[in-house]
């Protein structure tokens, strides 16, 4: 069986595009893989500088999956901060990561361009964590020697370094020390838009949240901007946010009965938008309900993490062992 790993990072409150980007198609993955999913804290670190912030933030994310249908039993969930051999690992592998890898990272060029736009010093707000970002992500994987890392795109390149990263140092011993794993596109998953047609994103504030309650999830949904056309007009499923999403949470024919209903006209945005409703809380109801719960038995979620770290730190030493007689550190 073919081991999948993913990194989470805990950054508020998740939404739909979240859930169906990320979260759903990473978990469909442990029918057929080994998965073994991290929160992701010390990566957090570089943006949240903010205690109270960060903690919940973990708390709320791992609640989050486990309400998705993370099974504990079958899965591993952890904390980065809890195994310290990441640390150790990011450490040896900034030996054999050239800078110039480094200045080449998507999210690192982009604070350069954004700096310059604004005139101000190229490396303004850039901090060591921000440039060093794919280190630490190369070590959390090699770490774990996994097949395949489930990623969105924007993550892919990050993969690809951890790749160069484990093939330098394997290079240099003359070992396959180091597993060459392979980023994999979330199966299936399309970009989800948000309520005003662009990407759901929570820096565009037009997000659903995933676990909001049936009242505010309703009217959420009500403020999905459409256009003009009025209730009797025939209206064109494939250029609407409501079908979009609609797609996402009904069965094959709930959505084709919507779609005849789009093209006879005589439904109302107002319709679809009840419509969407009703199938998007019929799915989420069970899983805000366990969300609920969780948040409500923190010291659960605690034992779960704390678990899931007592798993993952002998394979991690074992690794770490295994390295340093390579590089002579033993
Ligand atoms: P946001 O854009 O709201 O800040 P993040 O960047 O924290 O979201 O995304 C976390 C994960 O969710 C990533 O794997 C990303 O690919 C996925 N994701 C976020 N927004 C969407 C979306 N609108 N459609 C599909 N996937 C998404
Ligand atoms: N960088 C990823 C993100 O921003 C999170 C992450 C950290 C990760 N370490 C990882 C993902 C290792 C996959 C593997 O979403």
Request: proline letters at 5%; charged letters at 25%; glycine letters at 6%.
């Amino acid at each position: 069986m073919k081991t999948a790993l993913t990194g989470i990072k805990p950054t508020g409150t998740p939404h739909i595009g979240n859930y169906l980007g990320a979260i759903k198609p990473a978990l469909e993955l442990s029918k057929s893989c080994e998965t073994r999913y991290f929160i992701a804290d010390y990566h957090a670190l570089n943006t949240c500088k903010d205690a109270e912030e960060l903690r919940s933030m973990t708390l709320e994310i791992a609640a989050a999956w486990l309400a998705c249908g993370l099974d504990p039993e079958k899965s591993l969930i952890y904390r980065q901060s809890s195994i310290p051999q990441t640390f150790e690992l990011a450490t040896i592998l900034m030996a054999f990561t050239p800078k110039g890898l480094m200045n080449r990272a998507h999210a690192y060029k982009a604070m350069l361009q954004s700096n310059h736009e604004a005139n101000r010093d190229p490396d303004d707000g850039v901090n060591m964590g921000l440039f060093t970002y794919p280190i630490l992500m190369a070590a959390d994987i090699l770490l774990f020697d996994p097949d395949l890392v489930p990623v969105g795109s924007d993550q892919f390149q990050h993969v690809e370094m951890a790749v160069d990263i484990a093939q330098s140092f394997n290079y240099v011993y003359q070992t396959e020390g180091l597993k060459l794993p392979k980023a994999l596109a979330h199966e299936g998953a399309e970009t989800v838009v948000g309520l005003d047609g662009r990407k759901m994103s929570k820096s565009y504030g037009n997000v659903i949240p995933l676990f909001a309650g049936s009242k505010q999830l309703r009217k959420t949904i009500m403020k999905i901007v459409t256009n003009s056309q009025g209730i009797e007009e025939p209206k064109n499923p494939d250029e609407c946010n409501i079908f979009a999403l609609y797609k996402n949470f009904a069965t094959e024919e709930q959505i084709e009965a919507l779609k005849v209903r789009y093209l006879a006209g005589g439904m109302g945005w107002g319709h679809a938008k009840q419509e969407l409703f009703e199938r998007m809380d019929e799915v989420l109801t069970p899983f805000r309900e366990r969300y609920n719960e969780l948040m409500a038995n923190q010291d659960y979620i605690h034992q779960i993490l704390r678990e899931g770290s007592e798993k993952a730190i002998p394979l991690a030493e074992k690794k770490i062992k295994e390295l340093r007689r390579i590089i002579g550190i033993d």
